[in-house]
């Protein structure tokens, strides 16, 4: 009888621990869904690192009572690998070459600080000094109460410019570059949204054109209220009904904007293809995860820099409770990337900077 009671039991964990590797794939390659078609399954990849920690625990489970059925979280464990890589990447630091060009993308919160300093934007622009990189995209680059923004980024950038999305709109947004290199044209990628946007900058580097697309996609629009239900139900603090509903109601409000951001994505991707003879450069805020259908639209044909030169899971987005990776930097093969890397010390924004060193592989 004891032994017929084990056998059930390892039967049932077996089961438990196969539901948990095919929803760990799913959500592994859930950057595959259109979110149009399918708007809350597209938002799976947001819980992939649940299930990575999940399947965890039934491979300790498994080498301590009975390392036969190991083979389950392995097996899972494979299949999802390069979910993996792309998630958080385990790469060591490298050393660039001479000749290099160093990249911030930085999502400034129009410079309120993120509550924690009063002067906003003179912690940003002593950072950015400190840093000396080479082009800045900075996202939300607007100051509603105050005009003077330009006229200090000239103080250290030769080359300047911001465009505002929504100018007549209460709540302002815009992206702007910042940069070493003359700005020889500029276009506004065309897509419908409110207060979002991309910009293709076209740069003077050298002898070559540079094409640098800087993007705010839309975001979550969740509201405070919401995300601190969210905190709750992670923390364990909400009753299981009320948690249940909560979370249905988040991932329908997720869904519902991922849908939105994904026809951008779609623009972004059809104007690089267009723009295909020029060495590219793609970053900024993308509102959304590293598994999802709007980075992997974008990142189709090039190198996401943080996959392949970055390490550890890299918090862009340092809001508590919601840790996640959501600034991204894109090159075309033109590019060799270094060292890309979220600064998590730059904490005057509710978004981290992410930064890396690119080398133009003719100039080698």
């Known amino acids: 009888m004891i032994k017929q009671l084990k056998t059930i039991t390892v039967n049932l964990i077996a089961g438990a621990n196969v539901a948990t590797v095919l929803l760990m794939i799913l959500a592994g390659y859930a950057d595959r869904i259109n979110p149009v078609e399918h708007p809350m399954l597209s938002c799976m990849g947001m819980a992939f690192p649940g299930f990575l920690i999940a399947n965890l625990l039934f491979l300790f489970f498994w080498l301590t009572f009975k390392w036969k059925k190991v083979w389950i979280p392995v097996v899972g464990y494979v299949i999802v690998y390069g979910p993996i890589t ?57 100051d509603t109460w105050r005009r003077y923004v330009k006229q200090w980024y000239e103080k250290i950038y030769p080359y300047n410019d911001t465009t505002i999305f929504n100018p007549q709109d209460a709540s302002i947004n815009g992206v702007g570059i910042h940069t070493k290199y003359p700005i020889i044209r500029k276009e506004r990628i065309p897509y419908e949204s409110s207060g979002n946007g991309s910009v293709a900058y076209f740069l003077q580097v050298g002898n070559d054109t540079v094409l640098v697309i800087n993007n705010h996609l839309e975001g979550t629009h969740l509201s405070n209220e919401d995300r601190d239900k969210y905190k709750q139900m992670i923390s364990g603090k909400m009753k299981k009904d009320t948690a249940k509903a909560e979370t249905l109601f988040l991932i329908e409000k997720l869904g519902k904007n991922a849908a939105k951001r994904a026809p951008e994505a779609e623009a972004v991707h059809d104007y690089i293809e267009a723009h295909r003879q020029y060495p590219i450069i793609v970053c900024g805020d993308f509102n959304d995860n590293p598994i999802s259908y709007s980075r992997r639209t974008i990142a189709q044909g090039l190198t996401d820099c943080y996959q392949e030169t970055g390490r550890g899971i890299g918090l862009s987005y340092n809001q508590k409770g919601f840790f996640v990776r959501i600034d991204h930097i894109l090159v075309s093969n033109h590019f060799e990337p270094y060292n890309c890397h979220i600064d998590s010390k730059m904490d005057a924004s509710d978004h981290n900077p992410i930064i890396c060193t690119l080398k133009m592989k003719s100039n080698q």
Do not use: R, W
């Not at 790469?91 to 001479?98: A, F, G, K, N």
């Not at 924690?116 to 400190?130: A, D």
């Open 86 to 142: 792309l998630y958080m990447p385990l790469h060591v630091s490298q050393t660039p070459p001479e000749g290099t060009i160093k990249l911030i993308s930085y999502n400034v919160c129009q410079y309120g600080g993120n509550y924690k300093y009063e002067q906003g934007f003179e912690k940003v622009h002593e950072y950015l000094t400190e840093q000396d990189a080479d082009i800045v995209c900075l996202q939300e680059d607007v």
